[in-house]
């Protein structure tokens, strides 16, 4: 069984400081990681994705991948209360026919603090 | 916003009914995909397809069946819908295999009562 594991949450971070949030997967095969923001009654959005080992920088936002450790983490800087939402892991599988699903965790509830 | 809708947005049917959701894209990608979202379980594929008439089963497949006539549309169908159905449905669509990002329809909130 292929997992995807995050901190369920609340995290509450304050306006203007770092929020971490982690992401650890079972699959050493897994190649595609990605972070999807969810808020409350709307889908899911792509906020940043990453393949290599190491940093992806966009803007306040950081993807980190260790695939030794098969962990993978996403930074906000300077949150906002805008960035008050669920946060998605998801890595891909591979499936029967050959497409890629994903296998998502079941998300991080961040609350930023004004 | 990628070109996806969803319809119908809310649905309220009986047990046994037959339910069709429809995912539709202007984008012309070749991948679709259905899930399922429930509180303590997220997002969990149900179907997918990778071509006009291809398509697959997904981890949670049982009680579902899709089709795909056209590179646009793919359609999941629920045989005889049971209260364990009530969920939201995402339909997501990507412009390749191996990893390529997934975009994500505005969704269907489905009751079964």
């Known amino acids: 069984q292929k997992e995807v594991e995050q901190n369920s949450g609340p995290l509450s971070v304050p306006e203007g400081a770092i929020a971490s949030l982690n992401c650890t997967y079972s699959d050493r095969g897994s190649q595609s990681f990605f972070w999807y923001r969810q808020y409350s009654g709307k889908s899911p959005e792509l906020i940043m994705f990453?393949?290599?080992?190491g940093d992806k920088e966009d803007g306040r936002f950081t993807a980190q991948l260790n695939k030794a450790s098969q962990y993978v983490s996403l930074l906000i800087r300077d949150s906002q209360p805008s960035d008050s939402a669920t946060y998605l892991c998801?890595?891909?599988?591979?499936?029967?026919?050959?497409?890629?699903?994903?296998?998502f965790g079941k998300g991080t509830h961040l609350i930023i603090q004004p | 916003d990628a070109g996806i809708t969803q319809s119908p947005r809310h649905k309220v049917t009986e047990t046994g009914t037959p339910v069709t959701l429809r995912c539709h894209q202007t984008e012309n990608h070749r991948y679709m995909y259905w899930y399922r979202q429930d509180p303590g379980h997220g997002l969990r594929l149900i179907h997918y397809?990778?071509?006009?008439?291809?398509?697959d089963k997904g981890e949670v497949s049982d009680g579902y069946s899709v089709s795909r006539s056209k590179t646009e549309d793919f359609l999941l169908t629920l045989e005889s819908a049971t209260s364990s159905q009530t969920s939201v449905y995402f339909c997501?669509?990507?412009?390749?295999?191996?990893?390529?990002?997934?975009?994500f329809g505005p969704g269907t909130r489905l009751t079964v009562l």
């Open positions: 990453i393949y290599s080992n």
């Open positions: 997501a669509i990507s412009e390749g295999q191996g990893g390529f990002e997934q975009f």
């Open positions: 998801a890595v891909n599988i591979r499936s029967g026919g050959g497409a890629d699903g994903l296998t």
């Open positions: 397809s990778y071509g006009v008439k291809d398509t």
